[in-house]
């Protein structure tokens, strides 16, 4: 019966503008709509499936601001059996080693973790590698763009989907796994799930509840940095081809301007 741990973000929502602060290019998060990111639902789903199939415990974890609750009961909802949210100040504008760090000392609070369950990346910041650094500081295996996971006893089995086939996967637990956005369909919460989240425990901690100096986390204690950021320039209108008959060749001498062909 495997004792899973799922790692969940809260986001700006896809639909809403994304946008970095002018103070420190840090995601504006306060004026976008926040959801759970869509990659993380289907890891939640993956562990549940596995629960459903072996047994176990669903534990779902989160560093993120105190909004990142909403997200944390989504996921509840869904299934989960109890939360860790990591959430302080100090971690404003933390990079993906500090983050990485925080995620090690919380999953250190739950008792007994066989698997940890990611997403392969996540919508916002798209480093796409904290399961691999965090795999890394746990000194677990790690399986990553899980298209298929099996769980039997102690050993855990992926496939992953690649440009050229599929890849077979082996390791023993406790392991890592980042899943990708194909590997299942989530399920939508029901309404008793919904109000079955709200007594779900969420235990809360802060940086030094976790060991961690909070002058080593944060922005000022970051690796990295966001020097400059310059927006996206909006879509050029592109040009409109009438077609008299010579439609064809219009687009052909437009491409070969380009040297599209
Ligand atoms: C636009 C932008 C650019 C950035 N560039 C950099 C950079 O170049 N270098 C750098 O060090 N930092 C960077 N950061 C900061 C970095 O995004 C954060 O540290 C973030 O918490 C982790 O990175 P990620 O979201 O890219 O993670 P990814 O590695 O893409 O996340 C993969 C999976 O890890 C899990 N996960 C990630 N973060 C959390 C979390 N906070 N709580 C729970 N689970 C989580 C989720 O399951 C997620 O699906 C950037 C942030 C932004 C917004």
Redesign the pocket.
């Known amino acids: 019966m495997p004792n899973i741990v799922v790692?969940?973000?809260q986001v700006p929502d896809t639909y809403s503008e994304r946008r970095?602060t002018d103070a420190d290019h840090?995601?504006d998060r306060a004026s976008a709509d926040a959801v759970l990111?869509e990659?993380?639902e289907r890891?939640v789903e993956e562990a549940l499936l596995i629960k459903e199939a072996q047994g176990g415990e669903v534990t779902v974890?989160?560093?993120?601001p105190e909004r990142a609750t909403e997200a944390i009961r989504k996921a509840l909802s869904m299934g989960a059996d109890k939360a860790v949210h990591v959430t302080d100040p100090a971690l404003h504008g933390?990079?993906?080693?500090?983050?990485t760090r925080v995620?090690a000392a919380a999953i250190g609070k739950v008792d007994g973790v066989d698997l940890v369950i990611?997403?392969?990346?996540?919508t916002?910041?798209?480093?796409?590698?904290?399961?691999a650094m965090l795999a890394e500081v746990l000194g677990f295996p790690q399986l990553t763009h899980a298209r298929k996971v099996t769980v039997e006893g102690s050993e855990i089995t992926v496939t992953r989907e690649t440009d050229t086939g599929l890849t077979h996967l082996r390791a023993t637990l406790p392991a890592v796994v980042?899943v990708g956005e194909k590997i299942n369909e989530p399920r939508y919460p029901s309404f008793k799930g919904i109000m079955a989240a709200k007594k779900k425990p969420v235990d809360t901690f802060t940086v030094a509840d976790l060991g961690i100096d909070a002058g080593e986390v944060g922005l000022d204690a970051?690796?990295?940095t966001?020097v400059e950021a310059t927006p996206k320039p909006p879509r050029s209108a592109g040009q409109r081809v009438e077609d008299a008959g010579d439609g064809g060749t219009k687009i052909a001498e437009y491409l070969i301007g380009q040297k599209i062909i």
Not at 118 to 122: H, R, S, T, V
Request: charged letters at 15%; a negative charge; glycine letters at 12%.
């Open positions: 790692l969940v973000k970095l840090t995601l990111d990659i993380n890891a974890l989160s560093v993120g933390a990079c993906l080693l500090q983050t995620l990611a997403g392969n990346e996540a916002d910041g798209r480093g796409g590698a904290v399961p980042s970051a690796s990295t966001v």
